[in-house]
């Protein structure tokens, strides 16, 4: 693209958002009307007139407004992205443009309001920088439960044939139809959902219901979730279901033993079996405590180095954010119409968390731009093979529809961030504290 003698203003909004200002020369608007004139003589058909024969009063006569709609569109996307470069701006979302209406033979000014990545002076020494991290403790008691866990997943279900009511423990197979605040589901009727009996199954409160019902029976059920309910979306709502009770599933729970052992993996002994269960509940402790010590060091740099992020981001991340939970609405057999879970209050509910992510993020980077911390090719071959230890995973699996290019820039971000988490827990001095009760 060549370049164009552009008037270029601009401005702060904000820490987080430019305000451009361009001008184009007449000149350059008068040679570019031509330029498309000449073109559009070549190939435009008029009644009366030999192809490439047509006067531009004519053409102007019939095509003035598309032809300079056209010309305005392609001088303003490629002025924008002349003056972005030369003024060193980058935007984080498409801008929001403004423009006057063109008169031919005048210079011609339209503005632009762009976001921009925010500028993070970190006045901190990381060697100074104190946090608590949770003492590593794994006791019987925790190597217990993840064997029940286990015992409990390798449970086999038998169908009950007495006649007897639901009770806590069974499993129950049930078709259902709902709406929320009197909105139906988007799947109208859900077949053979089979959920255990126990009280964080389904929705709060749901599985209660069912209790002392029997097979055959069809009953309606109305859930009120808590306020303080993790998904947002549905908090506080009420729930309505027609649910039919098919079947009454017992769950039968194999012996605790040396064949239990061996049957759920190459184990010779119930005592081989507990020590790997021992290894993996250590290493979930691990990982839990070193996200909370994580999440407290990022949150500790931007108590004393705060600022904004912008907003686009965030609405992104928002979107990102109800998403999943929608997802995960749609693994229990609840599927809500998307339009349904965009209203103000759900997103409000999301902002808090979708903004830490995001300042996170730019924050990690900025730390990591700062000490020279960088991702080699080798490190993101390795991280591939970590998250995909099946030979069948390749790269769009783990990746889904993003090109070779978008997933390794993901995957180099997020060892990027690792690494720059790594750095910081180096540099903190770490007091070790008791696990709270």
Do not use: W
């Amino acid at each position: 693209m060549e370049n164009t003698n552009l008037t270029i203003t601009v401005k702060d909004v904000s820490s987080v958002e430019k305000h451009v200002q361009i001008t184009i020369p007449a000149d350059k608007i008068c040679r570019e009307l031509d330029k498309y004139y000449r073109d559009l003589r070549k190939s435009v058909k008029i009644k009366g007139f030999r192809p490439g024969r047509v006067p531009r009063s004519i053409l102007e006569r019939f095509y003035k407004k598309q032809v300079e709609n056209e010309v305005l569109t392609q001088l303003m996307n490629e002025t924008f992205q002349q003056a972005i470069k030369e003024k060193n701006i980058q935007p984080v979302s498409q801008p929001i443009i403004d423009n006057d209406k063109l008169e031919v033979g005048k210079d011609f000014t339209y503005s632009a309001r762009v976001e921009v990545y925010p500028r993070i002076d970190l006045e901190i020494d990381f060697t100074e920088l104190e946090v608590e991290q949770e003492k590593l403790y794994v006791t019987e008691a925790d190597v217990d439960k993840y064997l029940e866990e286990i015992r409990n997943y390798h449970a086999q279900l038998k169908n009950v044939e007495d006649d007897r009511p639901i009770r806590p423990g069974d499993f129950v197979l049930i078709d259902f139809t709902g709406e929320l605040e009197g909105v139906p589901f988007k799947e109208r009727v859900v077949k053979d959902k089979l959920i255990e009996v126990k009280p964080d199954a389904f929705l709060p409160g749901f599985t209660n219901h069912l209790i002392g019902l029997r097979k055959g029976i069809t009953r309606e059920i109305k859930v009120v979730i808590p306020e303080d309910y993790e998904q947002k979306e549905i908090a506080g709502k009420t729930f309505t279901f027609q649910v039919t009770v098919k079947e009454i599933k017992e769950k039968v729970i194999p012996s605790l033993d040396d064949n239990f052992a061996r049957d759920v993996g190459e184990f010779e002994s119930l005592s081989e079996l507990k020590e790997k269960v021992r290894e993996e509940v250590t290493s979930r402790e691990k990982q839990r405590i070193q996200h909370e010590l994580h999440n407290s060091i990022v949150q500790k740099i931007l108590e004393n180095n705060p600022f904004d992020v912008p907003s686009s981001l965030v609405e992104k991340q928002i979107d990102y954010l109800i998403e999943q939970a929608r997802m995960q609405l749609k693994s229990r057999g609840i599927q809500i119409d998307p339009a349904g879970m965009v209203n103000r209050e759900i997103r409000e509910a999301y902002r808090p968390v979708a903004e830490f992510q995001i300042k996170r993020s730019l924050l990690l980077r900025e730390i990591a731009k700062r000490e020279g911390i960088e991702v080699e090719p080798a490190e993101i071959k390795e991280y591939m093979k970590k998250i995909a230890p099946s030979s069948r995973q390749n790269l769009n699996g783990i990746t889904g529809d993003l090109s070779k290019e978008e997933a390794n820039e993901r995957i180099k971000s997020k060892i990027l961030e690792e690494k720059a988490l790594a750095f910081l827990t180096e540099k903190a001095k770490i007091k070790m504290v008791e696990k709270p009760q």
